[in-house]
């Protein structure tokens, strides 16, 4: 009923959906006289989804890291999205909003473009710490101990290890030469 625009996150914006993958989702509203509107349709959209997901149809979709979590808006608008981003984001929010993927109009993409850029590039120690204890925990929760080693996304080494590298340099503020950035961009996709 309303122009969106839709970030994609995760493994589907790098194109690396697998058997169990889902996508993850969130939707902007472009104008903000269209919010009420977008919000209403947004949580329609979410009804639809959950009842798909009751009678056992698979739903790939997943808007639940919008801001402020399950309590926040579906459809926040480009300034408040903005506001969240720059006063509110999570460490591991900028970790997610990490080059999504973003669908829509022309002038929505752009703006998107424009309130990310530069998004999650100053992260301090802190953070940085607390990035760290997250992927230990993800490794420690989501693979079983003796399959750690033969896990080829999160086990060592694995592509989990080469996607965070990716992630945490532009977050540090480090930047690699086009052919090192190349060269780990082919290997996680390899």
């Known amino acids: ?3 969106l625009v839709v970030l994609g996150l995760g493994s589907f914006a790098r194109q690396e959906l697998g058997p169990t993958s889902d ?5 902007i509203v472009e104008e903000a006289h269209g919010q ?8 329609r959209v979410v009804k639809v989804l959950d ?9 790939l979709f997943d808007f639940r890291l919008r801001p402020e979590g399950g309590k926040g808006l579906l459809a926040p608008t480009m300034d408040g999205f903005g506001g969240y981003l ?10 997610a909003l990490y080059e999504p993927a973003i669908f829509g109009s022309d002038k929505g993409v752009r703006e998107a473009e424009h309130l990310l850029a530069g ?3 100053k992260t301090t120690e802190s953070e940085l710490a607390e990035l760290l204890s997250m992927k230990s925990r993800i ?3 989501r693979v079983k101990p003796e399959l750690a080693d033969r896990d080829l996304k999160l086990g060592p080494g694995g592509l989990g290890d080469i996607e965070w590298l990716l ?5 540090m503020g480090v930047d690699l030469s086009l052919a090192e950035q190349a060269e780990l961009t082919t290997a996680l996709r390899e």
């Open 86 to 95: 720059r006063d509110d984001a999570a460490t591991w929010e900028k970790f």
């Open 51 to 59: 009842r798909w997901k009751r009678v056992g149809l698979p739903t």
């Open 36 to 43: 009420p509107r977008a919000e209403e349709y947004m949580q």
């Open 1 to 3: 009923p309303v122009p």
């Open 139 to 141: 490794e420690n929760e």
């Open 167 to 171: 992630r945490l340099r532009r977050m």
């Open 119 to 121: 998004f999650g590039t």
């Open 23 to 27: 996508l993850d989702l969130i939707a």
